[in-house]
């Protein structure tokens, strides 16, 4: 059974960079597509991008500018890496195992871009 | 980018119930439907694929129907642990893009 977790700071400057990683447990990250998706507090769901161990990535043109996600094998981790936050940035950030459908998620980490 | 519209907002029924929501894409995504359900402060979880095939361990009170278009989650008789918020999602077309969910609550 694939489990999920997310880690990273909690607290992000605005201007800076939001970095998060996913660690994946019981089964390999060579295996799947592997997706990053946020929710605002209180609001819906948005896609922010996928990857595949090939480095395929499909990002969504809303944050294609600024998102970066990337797959470290060695580790069996993913990471996604968001430049130039804002407070519309602050969302809880989920990692999730696919990369069209979303059959297993982690627990999802709140990150809150503040000064 | 293709718009989720889900409807109602929020449903309001009792346990053992019929739950039904709606979701309407402003194009056409053939069956590239999913649902997910969502408690509070808990991760979304797959429900529903290719717009009517369960996930693995979903039991089978719930169901989608639809394409193109026109989709349906169903419900068929509420439990308890049923009454959260509900999206759909649709894979067809890149950006993927989720619905901004049903609240189903107990009346």
């Known amino acids: 059974q694939v489990q999920l977790q997310e880690s990273g700071p909690g607290l992000v400057k605005p201007s800076e960079t939001l970095s998060l990683t996913c660690t994946v447990s019981?089964?390999?990250?060579?295996?799947?597509?592997w997706s990053w998706i946020r929710q605002p507090p209180g609001k819906g769901l948005e896609w922010i991008g996928f990857i595949y161990k090939s480095g395929i990535t499909n990002y969504n043109p809303s944050l294609k500018s600024r998102v970066t996600i990337s797959l470290d094998t060695s580790k069996n981790q993913l990471s996604l890496k968001l430049s130039s936050v804002t407070a519309a940035d602050t969302a809880v950030y989920y990692c999730?195992?696919?990369?069209?459908?979303?059959?297993?998620w982690g627990q999802g980490t709140l990150v809150t871009v503040s000064s | 980018e293709i718009v989720l519209t889900q409807s109602p907002g929020t449903l309001s029924l009792s346990p053992g119930e019929r739950a039904t929501l709606s979701c309407r894409a402003s194009?056409?995504?053939?069956?590239?439907l999913a649902w997910y359900q969502q408690r509070p402060g808990q991760a979304p979880r797959f429900l529903i694929y290719?717009?009517?095939s369960r996930a693995t361990g979903i039991p089978d009170r719930f169901s989608g129907s639809g394409s193109g278009t026109d989709f349906t989650l169903t419900i068929s008789r509420l439990e308890t642990e049923d009454f959260a918020v509900y999206y759909c999602?649709?894979?067809?077309?890149?950006?993927?893009?989720f619905g901004p969910g049903t609240k189903v609550d107990i009346k």
């Open positions: 999602q649709q894979y067809g077309t890149s950006p993927f893009t």
């Open positions: 019981g089964g390999s990250i060579s295996s799947y597509y």
């Open positions: 290719g717009a009517s």
């Open positions: 194009q056409s995504v053939t069956s590239n």
């Open positions: 999730a195992r696919d990369g069209r459908t979303f059959a297993v």
